[in-house]
């Protein structure tokens, strides 16, 4: 009984280390940009932005897990916000895509998971929103739900992933700090041959330019030639062109969030441009990837309520010229959100045995020292 109460322990002790993070990416004195990222450097910079994950790890097979972006903390269904999807590359189960299209708006949490967990996952989504005060009439809700493939490191056909977890992600889902690495819907992914996971970053623009919060999160499941700050990296760690080979199909999920009063329309232009923060890491969007940025707006003056007697909405929208700066912003957020998720990242074994290891820090650090990237300390 004593030994397995010991093993037991040092179960949970080596997944809490395997999850734990100690530096983020920025704190190895590298900087991405020009932008400064708010006070957590997260998604949750933006006003009201909630995060949560329900991490899956059991036995030797199963590493997966959820991760819920909350837009408000009231009614999402109720008090819809302004939303677009920009797709980079189609190789994927996004759920829900073709109404936010069609209609411009988001009514339920966005969830992340993987990808045969996808129609599980809808479920339990649609499940959330229908036991919500307030919708007890409703008899259609659009549930927004994407995934990458954990299926190296998890045992994906077991799909493990049930409506518990998706509402404890949802239901603990809170502001502040967020967890990157081996956890929630990144438990299980690997990016650019190392172990991935979920990242995040923000900026916030000068207040010449509206002071306006942009936050941006991902879960990393895709390939390419790894580049950091304009290093590279993968060439210079010997990793192109010999021991690449093309096996870079994966998948990124990356959600961008905003105080800005955007519609749809320059959210999608907004979107377009988070994409080009993951090409500056050096992803390739192959063609076996599923790669998707949702956007969407937190800003009270754009919300779409849902039972309304006026024919009529009203809101007051920043124009065109304006977009500049949060264009800047999504890229630089998107390429540190993803270099975040490779820092926090540990190494992890799975499935039949498979095993990502983690960044080699030391080693990466010393070819940024090389390429004089790192930022002097005061």
Same mark, same amino acid.
């Given at each position: 009984?004593?030994?397995?109460?010991?093993?037991?322990?040092?179960?949970?002790?080596?997944?809490?280390?395997?999850?734990?993070?100690?530096?983020?990416?920025?704190?190895?004195?590298?900087?991405?940009?020009?932008?400064?990222?708010?006070?957590?450097?997260?998604?949750?910079?933006?006003?009201?932005?909630?995060?949560?994950?329900?991490?899956?790890?059991?036995?030797?097979?199963?590493?997966?897990?959820?991760?819920?972006?909350?837009?408000?903390?009231?009614?999402?269904?109720?008090?819809?916000?302004?939303?677009?999807?920009?797709?980079?590359?189609?190789?994927?189960?996004?759920?829900?895509?073709?109404?936010?299209?069609?209609?411009?708006?988001?009514?339920?949490?966005?969830?992340? $998971?993987?990808?045969?967990? #996808? @129609? &599980?996952? /809808?479920? %339990?989504?649609?499940?959330?929103? =229908?036991?919500? *005060?307030?919708?007890?009439?409703?008899?259609?809700?659009?549930?927004?739900?994407?995934?990458?493939?954990?299926?190296?490191?998890?045992?994906?056909?077991?799909?493990?992933?049930?409506?518990?977890?998706?509402?404890?992600?949802?239901?603990?889902?809170?502001?502040?700090?967020?967890?990157?690495?081996?956890?929630?819907?990144?438990?299980?992914?690997?990016?650019?041959?190392?172990?991935?996971?979920?990242? $995040?970053?923000?900026?916030? #623009? @000068? &207040?010449? /330019?509206? %002071?306006?919060?942009?936050?941006? =999160?991902?879960? *990393?499941?895709?390939?390419?030639?790894?580049?950091?700050?304009?290093?590279?990296?993968?060439?210079?760690?010997?990793?192109?062109?010999?021991?690449?080979?093309?096996?870079?199909?994966?998948?990124?999920?990356?959600?961008?969030?905003?105080?800005?009063?955007?519609?749809?329309?320059?959210?999608?232009?907004?979107?377009?441009?988070?994409?080009?923060?993951?090409?500056?890491?050096?992803?390739?969007?192959?063609?076996?990837?599923?790669?998707?940025?949702?956007?969407?707006?937190?800003?009270?003056?754009?919300?779409?309520?849902?039972?309304?007697?006026?024919?009529?909405?009203?809101?007051?929208?920043?124009?065109?010229?304006?977009?500049?700066?949060?264009?800047?912003?999504?890229?630089?957020?998107?390429?540190?959100?993803?270099?975040?998720?490779?820092?926090?990242?540990?190494?992890?074994?799975?499935?039949?045995?498979?095993?990502?290891?983690?960044?080699?820090?030391?080693?990466?650090?010393?070819?940024?020292?090389?390429?004089?990237?790192?930022?002097?300390?005061?």
């Amino acid at each position: 009984m004593v030994k397995f109460i010991l093993t037991s322990a040092l179960a949970i002790f080596s997944i809490h280390i395997a999850m734990s993070q100690e530096k983020r990416f920025r704190d190895y004195g590298i900087e991405i940009g020009v932008l400064h990222p708010g006070h957590y450097n997260a998604i949750s910079d933006v006003e009201g932005v909630q995060v949560g994950h329900k991490t899956l790890i059991e036995g030797q097979d199963i590493r997966t897990g959820v991760t819920a972006i909350l837009p408000h903390q009231g009614n999402i269904f109720q008090d819809k916000v302004p939303a677009a999807i920009f797709i980079g590359n189609g190789f994927g189960k996004l759920a829900g895509y073709s109404q936010v299209e069609e209609l411009g708006n988001l009514e339920t949490p966005i969830v992340l $998971t993987n990808t045969l967990s #996808l @129609p &599980k996952a /809808s479920d %339990a989504l649609i499940s959330y929103s =229908l036991g919500l *005060t307030g919708n007890e009439n409703i008899r259609s809700v659009n549930p927004l739900v994407g995934e990458t493939n954990d299926g190296y490191l998890n045992d994906i056909r077991a799909r493990r992933i049930n409506e518990e977890d998706v509402h404890y992600a949802i239901k603990n889902a809170k502001s502040g700090p967020v967890t990157e690495g081996n956890v929630g819907a990144g438990t299980g992914t690997v990016c650019f041959g190392y172990k991935g996971g979920i990242g $995040t970053a923000s900026r916030i #623009l @000068p &207040k010449e /330019s509206g %002071a306006f919060t942009l936050g941006v =999160l991902v879960q *990393t499941n895709f390939g390419g030639v790894l580049e950091i700050n304009g290093v590279p990296v993968a060439r210079e760690m010997g990793e192109y062109p010999d021991a690449y080979k093309y096996q870079s199909d994966g998948s990124c999920m990356i959600v961008v969030a905003t105080d800005a009063p955007l519609g749809p329309r320059n959210l999608k232009r907004l979107a377009k441009r988070a994409f080009m923060g993951l090409a500056k890491t050096g992803g390739i969007a192959s063609n076996g990837s599923g790669d998707y940025v949702i956007a969407f707006s937190t800003n009270s003056n754009v919300r779409i309520p849902y039972n309304t007697d006026k024919i009529t909405i009203e809101g007051k929208f920043l124009k065109n010229e304006a977009m500049t700066p949060l264009f800047l912003a999504a890229i630089e957020a998107t390429e540190e959100a993803i270099l975040n998720s490779l820092f926090a990242a540990k190494t992890m074994s799975g499935h039949q045995g498979h095993k990502a290891e983690a960044l080699p820090i030391e080693e990466v650090m010393t070819i940024m020292k090389k390429y004089n990237r790192i930022k002097p300390e005061k």
